[in-house]
């Protein structure tokens, strides 16, 4: 990687990158004195209204019920035809749970598709999940550059 350098992308080129959805990191901020706590998640994600989608699971030991209200960063990376890709979001989660069918978080939700990961130790029908979205307050990407240095 000696000699990388990463230039910004384009929002058409972040909206190509993050298609209705994929795979990444979503970190919640803890305590000063504490590490963020960071879960790997599938997200759904809208172009039209620039929100992600999440589908969080809340097994009886989970600590995300405590952290869900906190500030977040989510990332996703991956490398593409045209080198590597890579996006950072910040913002609040918000609960999408019992939003009515008019609101801008559901009539999102029809264009996205989160992809289902099962990597639970116990059964999805034995797991609470909640669907959740995020309305950036910042969002940044970052692309490979390519071509001679």
């Known amino acids: 990687m000696q000699g990388l350098r990463w230039l910004q992308m384009s929002e058409e080129e972040m909206n190509e990158f993050l298609g209705r959805g994929g795979t990444g990191v979503i970190s919640f901020a803890t305590d000063p004195d504490e590490p963020p706590v960071s879960i790997p998640v599938s997200y759904g994600y809208s172009a039209d209204v620039k929100r992600f989608y999440y589908r969080l699971s809340f097994p009886q030991d989970s600590r995300k019920e405590e952290l869900v209200d906190r500030p977040v960063s989510?990332?996703?990376h991956g490398k593409t035809d045209s080198g590597w890709r890579s996006i950072v979001a910040t913002g609040h989660l918000s609960d999408t749970s019992d939003a009515p069918y008019e609101s801008a978080e559901i009539q999102g939700m029809w264009a996205i598709q989160i992809p289902l990961v099962d990597i639970f130790e116990r059964p999805p029908r034995e797991t609470t999940?909640?669907?959740?979205?995020l309305d950036p307050e910042t969002i940044t990407g970052r692309k490979e550059a390519m071509g001679d240095s």
């Open 74 to 76: 989510f990332v996703t």
């Open 129 to 133: 999940f909640r669907y959740f979205s």
